[in-house]
């Protein structure tokens, strides 16, 4: 499975967009990237998944290069209510596996 | 669908005891996953099933850690017997496909070995 690394924390301010980058060096052809989000006692919670080029949902935008080897996870106008952990993972094909590496502690301030 | 749901959400017992954690995942799901979450080692993936049988169990750190899947609707994970290392918040989580499905995870099961 192809190791993933993101940043360890970041901070931001309400209404501001937030871009998670995470990289994958490793990537392989049957790779899906996939992102959860984790508020404190509760389990994580998928957010978006995507293979290439750009996905967005109701909720966030994954940016993905052509070459695969990084995503950006994209939140527009972030609330308080967002502070949370975010896990950039990479799931594939066959394995049925998803591994958590020690995601992005995201801090929304007022 | 109440989503997947976990019992109890808090155990303390006392070292040397046997825990038994329990998951009934989202019905017609056919992935469950145990996984395990503390400060120093982050969510470790322990075993997965599907359709009830064990597929990867190479997450199970001890023989002290065993896990079932009687039926589609039920499955255990055991720590026999129970050590303060083994404290942690211990999730399930289960899937409709697989690799490229989105996993939902339960509220989590807090143990506390004393």
């Known amino acids: 499975l192809a190791k993933t690394t993101q940043p360890i924390s970041m901070d931001s301010y309400e209404g501001q967009e937030v871009n998670i980058t995470c990289s994958h060096n490793n990537i392989a052809t049957n790779d899906y990237i996939t992102w959860y989000q984790q508020f404190p006692s509760q389990g994580p919670r998928f957010i978006i998944q995507?293979?290439?080029t750009k996905v967005t949902n109701e909720v966030a935008s994954l940016f993905i290069p052509a070459d695969r080897k990084s995503s950006t996870l994209s939140l527009p106008r972030v609330s308080l209510s967002d502070t949370a952990v975010y896990y950039c993972l990479v799931t594939t094909s066959g394995t049925y596996k998803y591994i958590f590496g020690t995601g992005t502690r995201l801090k929304v301030l007022a | 669908d109440a989503g997947v749901i976990q019992s109890p959400r808090h155990e303390v017992t006392e070292m040397g005891q046997e825990v038994t954690l329990r998951c009934k995942p989202i019905s017609g799901h056919d992935y469950l996953f145990w996984y395990r979450q503390t400060m120093m080692r982050g969510l470790e993936l322990l075993i997965y099933?599907?359709?009830?049988?064990?597929?990867?169990d190479s997450g199970m750190p001890e023989d002290r850690f065993s896990a079932k899947m009687p039926n589609a609707s039920f499955s255990t994970l055991k720590i026999q017997p129970s050590e303060p290392r083994d404290s942690a918040v211990y999730f399930c989580?289960?899937?409709?496909?697989?690799?490229?499905?989105?996993?939902?995870f339960g509220q989590g099961t807090r143990l506390t070995v004393v």
């Open positions: 989580a289960s899937s409709l496909q697989g690799f490229d499905a989105e996993a939902f």
């Open positions: 099933f599907n359709n009830n049988v064990p597929i990867d």
């Open positions: 995507g293979y290439k």
